[in-house]
T-cell receptor, first 112, second 113 residues
Framework: AAGVIQSPRHLIKEKRETATLKCYPIPRHDTVYWYQQGPGQDPQFLISFYEKMQSDKGSIPDRFSAQQFSDYHSELNMSSLELGDSALYFC???????????FGPGTRLTVT | QQQVKQSPQSLIVQKGGISIINCAYENTAFDYFPWYQQFPGKGPALLIAIRPDVSEKKEGRFTISFNKSAKQFSLHIMDSQPGDSATYFCAVLLQGGSEKLVFGKGTKLTVNP
């Protein structure tokens, strides 16, 4: 079965640079979620989109923005990167109302 | 304030044994309780989930027990195998619109051969 696709899988950036993470949800899933997971920590919700509209927002820094496109893929844009932004970033997708969120393999972002 | 408390933080079990991980929550508005399994460097994988209208759900070697009055739910892994060694997260989801999962802190399970 098709899974959530994330790209790139690994990304190394310097402080103050920008990064763009991409997420392609499972086919026919209409809702996308972004989570951030620090080393040894639990995933923390950042933001979600349903039908291209932002549906919920968590502890996402103002330096980050995201959007969902007409083909349901989503992009997380991160600017003025800080060392503390180094983490695993996961995208998850679901069919609205099903509650079942399926996670992608993640993007490991390292800020040096 | 942590919305879901998970214990233990780490667990070591012998092959063939039963692994039990517990979670407790405060907000009675949660209406979906999944468990995720995560291997190092991988994404969390949905293992099993339960809604508050049932007290138990079993899928293969994995069982969720749910105690609504005590606001607790637990994951039981029967006949634990070395391949089950991973970090397990419980999570909760609020009813009524918000779809964000709130996770417990995780339990690192090690199953010795």
């Amino acid at each position: 079965a098709a899974g959530v696709i994330q790209s790139p899988r690994h990304l190394i950036k310097e402080k103050r640079e920008t990064a763009t993470l991409k997420c392609y949800p499972i086919p026919r899933h209409d809702t996308v979620y972004w989570y951030q997971q620090g080393p040894g920590q639990d995933p923390q919700f950042l933001i979600s989109f349903y039908e291209k509209m932002q549906s919920d927002k968590g502890s996402i820094p103002d330096r980050f923005s995201a959007q969902q496109f007409s083909d349901y893929h989503s992009e997380l844009n991160m600017s003025s990167l800080e060392l503390g932004d180094s983490a695993l970033y996961f995208c998850a997708s679901s069919f609205r109302g099903s509650h079942e969120q399926y996670f992608g393999p993640g993007t490991r972002l390292t800020v040096t | 304030q942590q919305q879901v408390k998970q214990s233990p933080q780490s667990l070591i079990v012998q092959k063939g044994g039963i692994s039990i991980i517990n979670c407790a929550y405060e907000n009675t508005a949660f209406d979906y309780f999944p468990w995720y399994q995560q291997f190092p460097g991988k994404g969390p994988a949905l293992l099993i989930a339960i809604r508050p209208d049932v007290s138990e759900k079993k899928e293969g070697r994995f069982t969720i027990s749910f105690n609504k009055s005590a606001k607790q739910f637990s994951l039981h892994i029967m006949d634990s195998q070395p391949g089950d060694s991973a970090t397990y997260f419980c999570a909760v989801l609020l009813q009524g619109g918000s779809e964000k999962l709130v996770f417990g802190k995780g339990t690192k399970l090690t199953v010795n051969p």
